[in-house]
């Protein structure tokens, strides 16, 4: 029995065993005034303490469940306060947990073995105390309960592995689209940044002997071109190993910008405050695009602000929107109308197009001698859930 499975059947089973025990503390009331024999007060301390340590101890469940027998000794317990108080008394409704744990607890086979041996012994307490005249109801109608128990606690159990069965497979299938996601995640971005950076290297580098049989001056120029290049290739190889390893999906997404912006502080520097309302959380396809934002916008502070301080703030709006910015104190530039990158820089650009990717609003607000401001507002979506974590 897994571990979910061992869980629901302690639940199922602890509520069985405090019918039992609301059974026996009615059944003790009912004998007030009565003599009470050391047999039946044995018996009840025994099938209370069991109870009691079932509910108290989960553990309980599995040693009873691996030992069959522990339950044939309950019911023979359960039989002989019966026989000694009659099968008329309340008592008896503590034989109906017994019925249910043996059907959410063992497989059909035990169970039904186990009510063969519960609805024998029951049948025979009854005509031992009550003879042949036995009414309907305890003739028939506890056996049968005990039967229908018995089946309740099978089908619940059958329901239960079942759900599980189909939760497993779904938590299968989950990480198969999510491996899958990652995997397209990857090929697009080394197309998209790595691999055009190393393409230009290769064309470069095949052109590069020509240029030192002609102009050795110029193969000269080339040859560092090529190294600078060769370096800006490892960058983005970093930025993209770096960038895939920062997002964990089943971490909130508060807790991994809280991450990023610490570890770009320490590398950099430079002061990064995060601040957030609500803690709120985005699609995988969609979250994976908006840090992969926060980084370039981060890079571009590094390289060209010679900023003092960094201010990420992450806000969910009251029409599920989410809102994320990136403000920095530094030396600001004039963006260009189009909103893309100045001549020989692509941070603007791609942080833009990834934007458009997932339906995303990109806004670059800057003034030379003020600061940058870089915006990210994601409209709200079903998948999305803005509940804090």
């Known amino acids: 029995m897994s571990a979910p499975q061992r869980d629901f059947a302690h639940q199922v089973v602890s509520a069985g065993l405090l019918v039992r ?20 007060l044995t018996c009840v301390l025994v099938l209370s303490v069991s109870s009691f340590s079932f509910l108290v101890y989960p553990q309980v469940s599995g040693f009873v469940a691996r030992h069959p027998l522990v339950v044939v000794v309950d019911v023979l317990l359960t039989l002989t306060v019966v026989s000694l108080l009659g099968v008329e008394s309340p008592l008896v409704l503590a034989t109906f947990s017994t019925a249910l744990i043996l059907g959410v607890l063992f497989r059909p086979q035990i169970a039904w073995l186990g009510a063969v041996v519960l609805v024998a012994g029951y ?13 309907f109801m305890l003739a028939l109608g506890v056996p049968a309960l005990y039967l229908a128990f018995v089946a309740i606690g099978l089908a619940v159990r059958g329901a239960h592995e079942q759900f599980v069965g189909v939760a497993r497979e779904a938590a299968l299938a989950r990480e198969a689209v999510a491996a899958a996601d990652e995997r397209a995640r990857l090929a697009r971005e080394m197309h998209d940044s790595l691999g055009k950076t190393l393409h230009g290297i290769s064309l470069a580098a095949q052109a590069l002997p020509l240029w030192v049989e002609r102009d050795p001056a110029a193969a000269m120029v080339q040859a560092r071109g090529l190294a600078d290049g060769a370096n800006q290739a490892a960058d983005e190889a970093r930025r993209l190993l770096v960038r895939m390893r920062a997002d964990e999906p089943d971490r909130p997404l508060v807790e991994v910008l809280a991450e990023l912006c610490a570890r770009w502080e320490l590398e950099h520097r430079t002061e990064c405050r995060f601040t ?61 109308e ?19 990717e997932v339906g995303a609003e990109l806004d670059v607000r800057s003034t030379p001698g003020a600061g940058t401001q870089v915006l990210v507002q994601v409209g709200p979506t079903k998948e999305r859930s803005d509940v804090p974590r």
């Open 276 to 336: 957030y309302g609500a803690a709120v959380d985005l699609p995988p396809d969609t979250r994976y695009e908006v840090l992969a934002i926060l980084g370039e916008a981060l890079e571009n502070v590094a390289r060209h602000a010679g900023a003092s301080r960094v201010d990420v703030e992450l806000r969910g709006q009251p029409d599920g929107t989410v809102r994320l910015s990136v403000q920095d104190d530094g030396q600001g530039f004039v963006p260009r």
């Open 21 to 40: 025990l609301i059974a026996i503390m009615v059944a003790m009331i009912g004998m007030v005034g009565d003599t009470m024999t050391g047999p039946v």
């Open 123 to 135: 049948l025979a307490v009854a005509r031992a105390t009550v003879g042949l005249d036995v009414g």
């Open 338 to 356: 189009d909103g893309t990158s100045p001549r020989g820089h692509f941070g603007l650009t791609g942080m833009r197009e990834r934007a458009l």
